[in-house]
């Protein structure tokens, strides 16, 4: 029963028993029998219609009567109650006391499932008290009794709720707070509660109310309950400025899904205690001493102040948290939500501690991280993204507040698959949606080092978000690095400045030029560009430039047969999806001004004939041929021009027929020379995977 | 002459009428080319559908009358008429194949527990949430919603590749028929009627 709805009660109660009283007064021991008929009267909260009222004495100590009223309507509820009667069967009128010992209420009202409850009270008119209980009134499923007092204007009221069904008290809720009936919620609820006051005015209300069995969930689906247990507590007090509401809950039962966290309460039960002050006008609510614990995961502490009429009514909030661990709270209250994303797909561990201030405007948050450790989690067909282990230090975020200065430290990570990372450091601020470097960074990656000079995101997390990035790559072994990326193993450097990377609409542009020394000569990276890098469908397009690379370390590498001499090349408008080549302009070739020793091995004769498809034909030549182990050549070349998986194949030059893959010199010489324009790519890949890993020549 | 006149003007109608009809959807090829990406994304799951046997079994003639196009045969040349090469080989649609195949790992359960199946309009519809633990619901709406996603993106990237935007509609009509046909016993799909039915 809400504040106005008693104040109403006792109203009626004292009308009630007032008007008996006087009539008890005026006419005792001059008649037997009393009748009084009233059309209607009313009230700002309350409307009587038909009200009859029917008095008989057996004697003066003992008598009964009857109250019968053909419309009582409430303007707080809904629905009016009908044929309201009150009968007395054994009561007590006399110059004292106006009671009734045994008596029934009868009234009919969709919210009650039986007309009928019980009714006792007392006057005493020399002290002034009023006591009484109305009892068993049968509501929603369950039963409700209430007793109350009244003692010269302080008055009191306990109300005893038990197994109450939530959703039929629910559908009789004012219009304009429906929002907790759209969410179709079903419990039955336990309650009992003290509220105590003085004439008009609420004093103290105590309650202890018992949700079981919670289930609720509003129509998208995003705000799920099911099975919950809630107990809660509180106390409120009438201060002189405000009401003070101490208030405890448990979670002890059931499943909580919302967009933010997933809560299971059975394993992890909540207890939530604090103290609220609302401004006597309605006006202001302050939270204190808020401290929220969950089982095992969670304990955090928080207090704020709002203005309940404002738009935004949040006016200040602080919040802290006590360390907690990362890995925990990640797997029961946030995996749950992000399953399904690429945020879902962690793993991780130690600890972080977090600390937010609110104040009007300004937004604080500062996260502590104690050996955290993040990595994806190994999901079969997914590829692996990033990890970072024995993560320390602080991350401090503001918005609309001065900017402070962060810095975290870690041990070891890696990117993609298998390429390493080694301890580092980064000093950055980050505010707004911002994120900027201070210091230059340099972070071993396998044998090497990768300087940032300049890292910036700007618009995190939006459609507009950018990435601008300046730094270079110190010599990183071609070995490690094949190793890490699952190639075959290569000799040489990778180094390069990578000035201007820049990701904008899911694009990563480098302006500068990456440089590769590898099989001693140069390769040459400009014009890259990825999209998607740590998702499910990677696409690459480059420009890459070969000069003068060692052609005897490099056959030796791809175990192609023994070539020496020099090599050139380039792959244009390279462009590769998931990592493999879509399209390019590819072409290797000697160099016009090579001057070098030109030695081609039997073995790579034949896989190079293999490859061109013609070249060297019958056994009988090739026999002949094998009483040399070597051959001079004056050229070599190949090219291939990849578009919907066919290859448009040129060689070194022009031959009568087709092209010269390799132009011989001398004697015995040699040439090689293809017939086939066109070539299919993925067979092409397949003899070349085949030549690359067989053993031996094959040259019979 | 005024006849004559007459019958010229409304053949020269009928002609041009014919015209525009000329590059009408290609629906087997499409049927083809939904196939293969359908299978793909799927794996092993999927079932070949079985010519006329099912109710599901593809009808992808074109919607106009067949006696419409014996007489568009009549007058416009095989060659004008030729089917366009149906492209479903671009970047984009690869990438979002792609994402879909490594998708279907995750999803694969929630179709076998009937929470989920196909729909009449190609997508993926919820069909019974209790079949899923509430701890698990976050992850079936968010896999849910992302595949609807590159569905619907695969559909217009489809029509556009092929230089035709408004063929997105026959393009889910397609595939709509093609996901049903080839999912696996026991999963769940709409009927016409968008009742839900187990196949």
């Known amino acids: ?700 | 002459m005024k006849t004559l006149k007459l019958l010229f003007v409304a053949s020269l109608l009928v002609l041009a009428a014919c015209v525009t009809i000329n590059i009408y959807f290609p629906a087997a090829e499409a049927r083809e080319a939904a196939e293969k990406i359908v299978d793909d994304i799927l794996g092993d799951e999927t079932q070949k559908p079985e010519a006329g046997s099912d109710d599901q079994s593809m009808d992808l003639r074109p919607n106009r009358p067949v006696y419409a196009r014996n007489l568009l045969d009549l007058l416009i040349p095989p060659a004008e008429a030729a089917v366009p090469n149906f492209d479903v080989n671009t970047p984009a649609i690869r990438k979002l194949q792609a994402s879909m195949k490594q998708r279907h790992t995750q999803l694969k359960g929630f179709y076998q527990s009937g929470a989920i199946g196909f729909t009449q309009d190609a997508l993926v519809g919820i069909r019974d949430l209790s079949a899923v633990s509430l701890k698990q619901r976050g992850q079936l709406k968010n896999l849910v919603k992302a595949e609807n996603n590159d569905r619907n993106q695969l559909y217009r990237e489809i029509a556009r590749a092929n230089g035709h935007p408004e063929w997105e509609k026959d393009v889910r009509s397609t595939f709509s028929k093609t996901w049903i046909s080839n999912a696996a016993k026991g999963w769940w799909y709409q009927n016409s009627q968008r009742g839900w039915v187990q196949k």
């Not at chain 1, 940032?452 to 072994?477: H, N, T, W, Y």
């Open chain 1, 1 to 700: 029963m809400s504040f106005p709805e008693f104040q109403l009660f006792q109203r009626a109660v004292v009308v009630v028993a007032g008007f008996s009283l006087l009539l008890f007064l005026k006419f005792a021991g001059a008649i037997d029998q009393f009748n009084l008929n009233i059309g209607t009267i009313s009230s700002s909260v309350w409307r009587v219609e038909r009200l009859r009222f029917a008095l008989d004495w057996g004697s003066l100590t003992d008598a009964g009567y009857r109250l019968e009223i053909g419309r009582l309507e409430l303007s707080t509820l809904k629905q009016s109650f009908d044929n309201v009667k009150v009968e007395c069967r054994r009561g007590e009128l006399n110059d004292r006391f106006v009671s009734c010992h045994e008596g029934e209420v009868q009234l009919s009202h969709p919210l009650l499932d039986r007309d009928a409850m019980t009714l006792s009270f007392e006057l005493d008119r020399d002290r002034n008290i009023l006591t009484g209980k109305l009892q068993g009134i049968s509501i929603a499923d369950g039963r409700v009794d209430l007793n109350f007092s009244l003692d010269a204007g302080n008055w009191r009221l306990g109300v005893q709720g038990k197994s109450l069904q939530l959703e039929t008290l629910l559908a009789q809720w004012p219009q304009g707070r429906r929002y907790l009936v759209d969410w179709h919620p079903t419990a039955r609820l336990n309650l009992g509660a003290q509220l105590s006051g003085r004439d008009d005015r609420l004093n103290s209300v105590k309650w202890k109310g018992e949700l079981t069995g919670l289930s609720f969930g509003d129509d998208l689906g995003a705000y799920i309950g099911e099975g919950l247990a809630i107990r809660q507590t509180g106390r409120l007090s009438n201060a002189k400025k405000n009401w003070q509401i101490e208030t405890t809950l448990t979670l002890t039962q059931g499943e909580l899904l919302t967009p933010a966290f997933y809560l299971d309460a059975a394993a992890h039960p909540i207890e939530l205690e604090g103290s609220l002050l609302l401004g006597r006008s309605f006006e202001t609510l302050a939270l204190r001493d808020g401290h929220l614990q969950q089982q095992e995961l969670m304990d955090l502490r928080f207090e704020g102040d709002l203005r309940l009429s404002a738009d935004q009514p949040l006016e200040q909030l602080k919040l802290q948290t006590q360390p907690f661990q990362a890995g925990d709270v990640y797997r029961e209250l946030l995996q749950p939500v992000w399953a399904g994303t690429s945020w879902g797909r962690f793993e991780m561990a130690g600890e972080i501690d977090l600390s937010l201030h609110l104040m009007g405007q300004a937004l604080s948050l500062d996260l502590g991280l104690n050996n955290f450790s993040l990595d994806d989690t190994q999901v079969e067909g997914t590829p692996r993204r990033l990890g970072l282990y024995d993560v320390n230090g602080e991350l401090k975020w503001n918005r609309g507040s001065e900017v402070r200065s962060s810095r975290l430290e870690w041990q070891a990570g890696h990117l993609l698959e298998r390429v390493d990372i080694g301890p580092g450091k980064i000093d950055f601020l980050a505010f707004n949606d911002t994120f900027r470097l201070t210091r230059q960074i340099r972070v071993p990656v396998l044998d090497g080092f990768l300087v940032v000079d300049r890292l910036s995101l700007e618009a995190l997390g939006m459609p507009s978000e950018k990435l601008q990035f300046d730094g270079f790559l110190e010599p990183i072994s071609m070995d490690a690095l094949s190793k890490a990326l699952g190639w075959v193993p290569l000799s040489g450097k990778l180094s390069g400045v990578i000035p201007g990377l820049t990701y904008e609409n899911g694009l990563f542009t480098v302006d500068g030029i990456l440089l590769m020394r590898i099989f001693d000569g140069e390769v040459q990276i400009e014009n890259l560009r990825t999209r998607d890098l740590f998702g499910v469908y990677p696409q690459l397009q480059a420009d890459v430039e070969l000069r003068d690379l060692d052609l005897d370390s490099l056959t030796s590498t791809f175990s192609f047969g023994k070539i020496t001499g020099r090599l050139d090349g380039y792959v244009h408008d390279l462009s590769l999806e998931n990592w493999q080549p879509v399209t390019f302009d590819a072409r290797f070739y000697t160099p016009e001004d090579d001057d070098s020793r030109r030695r081609i091995s039997q073995k790579a004769v034949d896989n190079i004939s293999n490859l061109g498809g013609a070249g060297l034909s019958g056994s009988l030549a090739r026999s002949f041929m094998g009483l040399f182990e070597t051959f001079r050549y004056k050229r070599i070349g190949i090219g291939c021009r990849l578009s919907q998986g066919v290859c448009d194949m040129v060689g070194a030059g022009e031959a009568k027929q087709g092209y010269y893959l390799v132009e011989g010199s001398g004697i015995p010489r040699i040439d090689i020379i293809g017939y086939n324009r066109t070539a299919d790519w993925p067979r092409l890949v397949e003899q070349l995977k085949q030549i690359t890993t067989s053993e031996g020549p094959r040259i019979e």
